[in-house]
């Protein structure tokens, strides 16, 4: 009898124990458009289970941000050296320095993940969404409103910065089928949809970011990235989101290829069009900068998309030589 009341006993502290060690790793389901957008009040019920990451600049950082937060800004996931428009300017970096970098993030690929901008940005969190989903994290999420709506929704600021514990974390291969290069794009002109994420001003040839030439490239049609948000800076909903990207011609089957300059407003873009189903929609992640700064590439100015007439083999041969599959897509 005594044995009996001592297992028993065993089991229920068991089962206490099991739900407090099963907490580190996991957060109750999202609310509405879970695949990736969580609100304020989700994040509060729930900022004890996840990692949250800052994806702001590093001084808007300093002066306020959400408890608990590790800042990271879209260059720490990218090979920034030398100039723009230079071969791999802006490109995430090859998987086992990436690895690294979001290991030293405390992100080990199991615990939940929040990443947050702010409004009127250029979309950085959802580039860093884009990273991780890509590097093997499935469980990213978005912070709808970004840090503004964290504030309205009355939660705190913090102004001391959080220094992660690093954890092991690797990338045997990356995911989903999210990144393209220019070489493959080259080969895909004239079969995959473009979309250019940038303004119009952009598009048509107006350069603002170093930009080696103006103008867009061949085939692409203009969607800036920010037509996704309503007017209380939320993301809209996904049944208006389709008929936007309907009306310019896009289709949930269709391959789609999403750029801006550097990537970061062409990754936001190309993660809101997946959760509206458009599942085959990718980033090109050293975008424009690449694209106008390699001579062999052409660019077309003004309002329409253009037709390339580019030699696909001497666009080849002029691209430096990667690391094995880093021009796939998968």
């Known amino acids: 009898m005594i044995l009996r009341k001592f297992l028993l006993l065993a089991f229920a502290l068991l089962l206490c124990l099991v739900p407090a060690a099963l907490a580190a790793d996991t957060a109750p389901p999202a609310p509405s458009k879970s695949t990736l957008l969580v609100d304020a009040e989700w994040l509060k019920a729930n900022i004890d289970n996840v990692v949250v990451i800052d994806a702001r600049a590093s001084s808007l950082y300093a002066k306020g941000h959400i408890p608990g937060a590790v800042n990271a800004e879209w260059t720490y996931f990218a090979n920034v050296k030398g100039q723009p428009g230079n071969p791999g300017w802006g490109e995430i970096f090859e998987k086992d320095t990436l690895a690294k970098k979001i290991g030293a993030m405390g992100i080990n690929g199991k615990k939940p993940v929040v990443v947050y901008g702010d409004c009127g940005g250029w979309g950085q969190e959802g580039w860093v969404a884009w990273v991780l989903r890509l590097s093997g994290v499935p469980n990213v999420r978005k912070l709808d409103k970004g840090y503004m709506g964290w504030l309205a929704a009355g939660g705190k600021a913090s102004t001391t910065a959080t220094k992660p514990k690093a954890v092991a974390f690797s990338i045997p291969a990356f995911q989903g089928g999210y990144k393209v290069t220019t070489p493959w794009l080259v080969s895909k002109l004239g079969e995959v949809k473009i979309v250019d994420a940038r303004t119009?001003?952009?598009?048509?040839?107006?350069?603002?970011?170093?930009?080696?030439?103006?103008?867009?490239?061949?085939?692409?049609?203009?969607?800036?990235?920010?037509?996704?948000?309503?007017?209380?800076?939320?993301?809209?909903?996904?049944?208006?989101?389709?008929?936007?990207?309907?009306?310019?011609?896009?289709?949930?089957?269709?391959?789609?290829?999403?750029?801006?300059?550097?990537?970061?407003?062409?990754?936001?873009?190309?993660m809101i069009m997946r959760m509206a189903g458009y599942e085959k929609a990718r980033n090109y992640d050293s975008s424009f900068h690449e694209w106008a700064g390699t001579p062999e590439l052409e660019v077309i100015q003004g309002k329409e998309p253009g037709v390339s007439t580019i030699n696909n083999t001497a666009v080849e041969e002029a691209q430096p030589q990667k690391e094995p599959g880093a021009g796939q897509t998968s």
């Open 200 to 270: 119009p001003f952009e598009y048509e040839g107006g350069r603002i970011f170093q930009e080696r030439r103006g103008g867009h490239i061949p085939g692409a049609i203009n969607i800036p990235f920010d037509v996704v948000f309503a007017s209380d800076r939320s993301i809209k909903e996904i049944e208006e989101l389709d008929a936007i990207f309907r009306m310019h011609g896009l289709h949930p089957d269709n391959e789609i290829v999403v750029y801006d300059t550097a990537g970061v407003r062409s990754a936001h873009l190309v």
